[in-house]
């Protein structure tokens, strides 16, 4: 076993830990839960047993295991990307909502004071 498929596993069993930490304070829900999961037991396997990605890169018809590796992260970084941008945005809807309601509020305590 190389070097880096130790390091591969070692990283993929600390962000498993993580992932189950996370859900027991609640910062994650069942299927996220369950995403990350397979997610990180997938990358330990693949670690484990790089012929696998061979195999997976020959049925897409991907050259390399590898290559079939970056183009699965480059997606998954695409989606993540993706679903914070439309939190922040809905974050950023909600926070100008409250300001406005604020802002409306002081305006209406000003104006029972004169």
Do not use: C
Request: aromatic letters at 16%; glycine letters at 6%; zero cysteines.
């Amino acid at each position: 076993m190389s070097l880096i498929q130790i390091f591969i596993i070692v990283f993929a069993l600390f962000a498993l830990s993580r992932t189950i930490w996370q859900f027991k304070n609640g910062a994650l829900t069942f299927v996220w839960l369950f995403f990350w999961m397979l997610f990180w037991l997938a990358v330990g396997f693949v670690a484990i047993l790089p012929q696998t990605a061979d195999m997976v890169a020959k049925l897409v018809g991907v050259g390399r295991g590898a290559d079939v590796v970056i183009y699965a992260s480059l997606l998954a970084l695409f989606y993540l990307i993706f679903r914070v941008y439309v939190k922040i945005e809905h974050v950023e809807r909600e926070v100008t909502g409250l300001v406005r309601k604020l802002a409306l509020d002081e305006l209406d305590q000003e104006g029972d004071r004169s």
